[in-house]
């Protein structure tokens, strides 16, 4: 017996996710349930959420008794300028575990300049509170109601956001201000 092409069985695997369905038992939303992330055969899937529905729809992955995500295992930026066929300019996406359920969910919410906004998920995951400084730092994307919102890898005051693609290889300068220091002066 062959295997089915692999636009079909991503799509299998898709439509079998409990949290997809759960999601889509749930929201009165069409979510956009990305396959790009997925091998055929594997049980992982991605979900573009809206902004405004961000913190709705990651409470409810946490809580409801189908989806448990009791852990946020990864929190990150991306920056889609000049990326082939990308609408909007960032991303953050959040990767979820489901220990209960022995699942994962990754969930990406788009925003643009000039100026990226989305809500904080440390209410229900406490964890996100340092990767979403980081990203803040680095990428420049606010997270509304987040506990305590300032840089964690640059210095107050610094005007850039190093991990965007528009963002200087050689730095806006900084380098220049401190000596060198070679092997010979330790």
Known sequence: ???PPADIAT????????AVRALVESFDQQFDFAPGLLKAGENQVCVRVPPDRLLEVMTFL????RCRFEQLSDLAGVDYLQFPGATDRFAVVYGLVSLTHNHRLWVKCFVNDPDPKVPSVVA??????WPEREVYDLFGIVFEG???LRRILTWEGF???????????????????????GRDHA
């Open 146 to 148: 987040h506990p305590d």
């Open 62 to 65: 946490r809580h409801d008794a």
């Open 11 to 18: 799509e299998k695997v898709v439509a079998g996710h409990p």
């Open 124 to 129: 229900v995951w406490k964890g996100a509170d």
């Open 159 to 181: 005007g850039a956001h190093p991990l965007r693609k528009d963002y200087p290889l050689r730095g806006l300068g900084e380098r220049e201000s401190y000596p060198v220091i």
């Open 1 to 3: 017996m062959s295997e």
